[in-house]
């Protein structure tokens, strides 16, 4: 066994009897695997790997999920258009914020996020954004219709309602934090994750509140807004982003090769390295009919070749 690294390389042994295409399969194996560790890592989210099986239509191919940025606003002034920033009330721009300027809130009112419409976020999301509370009274944060609804209540209590089912009928499931979560008259960062079955909100990188979700989760209907002009909340908000979980298609795999997995779908964390469900290493094998070509194993962190 032949130890290489993160991914150095699997052609040895039995892809030394394929020819110059197949090589350059192996070489797109390779780039794939490592590309995904990768983004794992740049996304600070779950990347999930898996061979999609052939159709009548179309070859096997290999696929992953990952979180893309879909959709972001900083409320500066020269963005405010492209971005579609709306405000009504008492709300205003062009205060200073945590980053430059902010969407301003402290005298109540709202701020709707249109200029990117509505993106697809039924597979799995996260919503990132900075806040600064005024005060430690209750409020609406943000409400986007469809998704999900964030609220500070009496005492810094901070919750997310998520709107979630089982593919007919999709209520709000609910995450809460415990008291003196948000505080006043200080800037924190707000990160809200749903996906794979599971929710949970982070205050300042620190988890908070976790639930369990419905299997699917549902689509926006209408632009974020900010605040909200029965229920308002009283601070500043600034970069606000939100990445949405998306199918990205890898190498195809030609019809005379066959890939085995020892698990359905190989999963990194987002710091790169296999995911605590999988508690041995994914062996990963090539076969020509029937015959073996070449074994891999993918490990926590590298990936290993047996001659």
């Known amino acids: 066994m032949v130890m290489i690294g993160v991914v150095a390389g699997i052609g040895m042994a039995g892809f030394d009897r394929i020819e110059p295409g197949r090589s350059s399969f192996q070489a797109s194996i390779e780039n794939f695997i490592e590309s995904s560790r990768d983004r794992a890592r ?25 979180f893309r940025q879909v959709f972001e606003a900083s409320f500066e002034s020269m963005a ?58 209750s409020g609406k944060i943000l409400q986007w219709p469809g998704v999900v609804t964030i609220e ?33 008259n200080r800037w924190q960062h707000l990160r809200l994750v749903a996906a794979d079955g599971q929710s949970e909100l982070y205050v300042n990188g620190k988890s908070v509140a976790k639930v369990n979700l ?4 549902s689509s926006a209907q209408d ?14 908000i600034d970069e606000f982003s939100v990445q949405s979980r998306q199918i990205e298609l890898g190498p195809q795999v030609p019809d005379d090769l066959q890939i085995g997995l020892s698990t359905k779908e190989i999963t990194f964390n987002r710091f ?6 999988h508690s ?28």
């Open 80 to 137: 405010s258009s492209r971005e579609g920033i709306a405000i009504q009330g008492q709300a205003q721009l062009q205060v200073a914020g945590r980053f430059g300027a902010c969407l301003d809130l402290s005298e109540g009112g709202v701020g709707v996020v249109a200029g990117r419409g509505n993106p697809h976020l039924s597979d799995g999301f996260v919503i990132d954004l900075d806040c600064y509370p005024t005060d430690v009274k």
């Open 214 to 217: 419905p299997r699917y989760l």
């Open 280 to 307: 041995d290493p994914v062996m990963v094998s090539v076969k020509s009919f029937s015959e073996s070509l070449a074994e891999f194993v993918v490990g926590r962190f590298s990936q290993e070749v047996f001659e």
């Open 272 to 277: 790169g390295v296999l995911a605590k469900q």
């Open 152 to 184: 500070q209540g009496i005492n810094g209590v901070l919750s997310a309602k998520i709107r979630a089912g089982d593919g007919e009928f999709f209520s709000n499931t609910v995450l809460e934090s415990p008291a003196a979560t948000l505080r006043a």
């Open 223 to 236: 632009a974020p807004a900010f605040g909200d002009a029965d229920y308002p909340w009283h601070g500043k």
């Open 42 to 66: 740049a996304s600070n989210q779950s990347v999930i790997i898996s061979v999609k099986e052939s159709t009548d239509q179309l070859p096997a191919r290999w696929q992953r999920m990952v």
